[in-house]
């Protein structure tokens, strides 16, 4: 059945980059240890993590050995995931959930509002890194959503977002998100017609390229929306 409520809006969450600081250093430790376990003697700098960060970590391994073959880059996306969930301490050591980010969720939380969490990560991984930045009290079994895409390349958060839409109704989404297509998921939610996405950036990051209606550096610019 479908929840109907008045001037309720949607808050969608982009997670990495977003709720979280501090992930380039668990990133780079993981990478470079499959890259040890698995012999090559090439390592990334947290300069390159920080670069490449948003994009498959089959990405990174690609740019940094070039001559292998893509199998091999997947083998080791594999191997770097694996290692994430299953040593899930170098997670706990290394973020923290974005300055402000509590305060927003929670008058989030509070108000007669909604809110969801969208992460490209894969399900194994998701509840630490929610449980390692104190949000996942926000976002409980039916709000957060782990797209998983690494694994499954043809699922999206667009598909995510649409799957939960048909099962509830709002008057209103804002997104907030790090990437274009954070960004875009506001063109999928077909029949509300206000509409508002904020691009965040941490305050020594640069902004991604998109046409976004906000772009904040301080969460706490989301809560406008409930003004």
Not at 149 to 169: C, S, W
């Amino acid at each position: 059945m479908l929840q109907q409520v008045e001037q309720k809006k949607l808050f969608v969450w982009d997670f990495h980059g977003v709720l979280e600081k501090g992930n380039e250093g668990a990133v780079l430790e993981n990478s470079n240890f499959v890259l040890e376990q698995a012999g090559f003697r090439q390592r990334f700098s947290l300069e390159d993590v920080t670069r490449f960060y948003g994009q498959h970590w089959c990405e990174y391994f690609a740019w940094l050995l070039p001559e292998e073959q893509s199998e091999t880059h997947q083998e080791l996306q594999r191997a770097a995931f694996t290692r994430s969930y299953e040593s899930p301490d170098v997670i706990y050591d290394c973020i923290n959930p974005t300055d402000h980010a509590h305060e927003v969720l929670d008058a989030i939380d509070q108000s007669l509002h909604d809110q969801i969490l969208i992460s490209n990560t894969n399900h194994e991984t998701l509840p630490h890194f929610m449980k390692a930045t104190g949000t996942d009290r926000y976002f409980p079994d039916n709000k957060h959503f782990a797209v998983d895409n690494h694994r499954n390349p043809e699922k999206t958060k667009q598909d995510v977002l649409i799957d939960f839409l048909r099962e509830n109704q709002y008057s209103g989404i804002v997104t907030i998100g790090d990437s274009p297509k954070d960004i875009a998921l506001i063109q999928f939610a077909n029949g509300i017609h206000y509409r508002r996405s904020y691009l965040y950036a941490h305050p020594e990051k640069e902004f991604r390229e998109c046409e976004a209606d906000h772009h904040i550096r301080d969460l706490r610019d989301v809560l406008n929306e409930i003004r």
